[in-house]
């Protein structure tokens, strides 16, 4: 599975911003994509998740804010991210869970990050 990121960019405290990544490969083997947001100074955090039957879960400082969604083929995920603060700027990774079928040993990959800068 490859990921392909995009959609980060600079907005004001209070704008919106929507990331998108698009799947290929052995799209069917994925069971759950997450972005994840790496700051200087901290560990990478999943932001939000989404699993195959499309149930999500959010960090709780994004709830309300932010919404992931995908496409009905699963290849494309987004997060639309709303009243945005500067405390979300970060680097944005999308990943995917997948399960090797040949080795039954579930892997994960990831995108290329994409910068978000919210200013103040």
């Known amino acids: 599975v490859q990921l392909q990121a995009s959609g980060g960019g600079l907005v004001q405290a209070g704008g919106s911003l929507r990331l998108s990544c698009v799947a290929s490969?052995?799209?069917?083997?994925?069971?759950?994509m997450g972005w994840h947001r790496q700051t200087p100074g901290k560990q990478r955090e999943l932001v939000a998740q989404?699993?195959?039957?499309?149930?999500?879960n959010y960090l709780d400082s994004v709830k309300g804010r932010f919404t992931i969604s995908k496409d009905n083929a699963g290849s494309t995920m987004y997060l639309q991210m709303n009243n945005l603060k500067p405390e979300d700027t970060g680097v944005y990774y999308c990943?995917?869970?997948?399960?090797?079928?040949?080795?039954?040993?579930?892997?994960?990959?990831w995108g290329q990050g994409t910068q978000v800068t919210v200013s103040s």
């Open positions: 989404i699993t195959r039957s499309s149930s999500t």
């Open positions: 490969g052995n799209i069917p083997t994925i069971n759950a």
């Open positions: 990943e995917a869970d997948s399960l090797n079928i040949a080795t039954m040993v579930a892997e994960r990959h």
